[in-house]
């Protein structure tokens, strides 16, 4: 089995700054894609940034300039460098990975359990 652990998030004003952790562990052979998905009150799930294993990045046109993903693919870990929040990054953010286990031969989806996220105006 894969556990994935967020950390960081919290309580901010608005412009301040959170970095989010993400570690996996389990009997992990390799990590692919990595990313970071927020739910806000009332709204669906949305991706906010991915990475692949060779650090390729993408995000949300909404947190571009404001938001760093990055990953350490030696601890297993994923970050999520938020700078300038806003009220509007209000939520719970998830970590996701694609895992290939010693179990497996490809890879599977897992998701952490989620991390607070609150900006206040």
């Known amino acids: 089995q894969v556990q994935l652990v967020e950390s960081g998030g919290g309580l901010v004003q608005a412009g301040g700054s959170l970095r989010l952790s993400c570690v996996a562990s389990?009997?992990?052979?390799?990590?692919?894609?990595m990313a970071w998905y927020r739910r806000a009150p009332g709204k669906q799930r949305e991706l906010v940034a991915g990475?692949?294993?060779?650090?390729?990045?993408n995000y949300a046109d909404s947190v571009k300039g404001r938001f760093t993903i990055s990953r350490d693919n030696a601890k297993n870990t994923v970050h999520l460098q938020m700078n300038s929040l806003k009220p509007e990054d209000t939520a719970v953010y998830y970590c996701?990975?694609?895992?290939?286990?010693?179990?497996?031969?490809?890879?599977?989806?897992?998701w952490g359990q989620g991390t607070q996220v609150t900006v206040s105006s």
């Open positions: 389990g009997r992990i052979f390799s990590m692919n894609d």
């Open positions: 996701n990975a694609d895992v290939v286990t010693y179990l497996t031969t490809k890879g599977y989806q897992y």
């Open positions: 990475i692949t294993r060779g650090g390729s990045t």
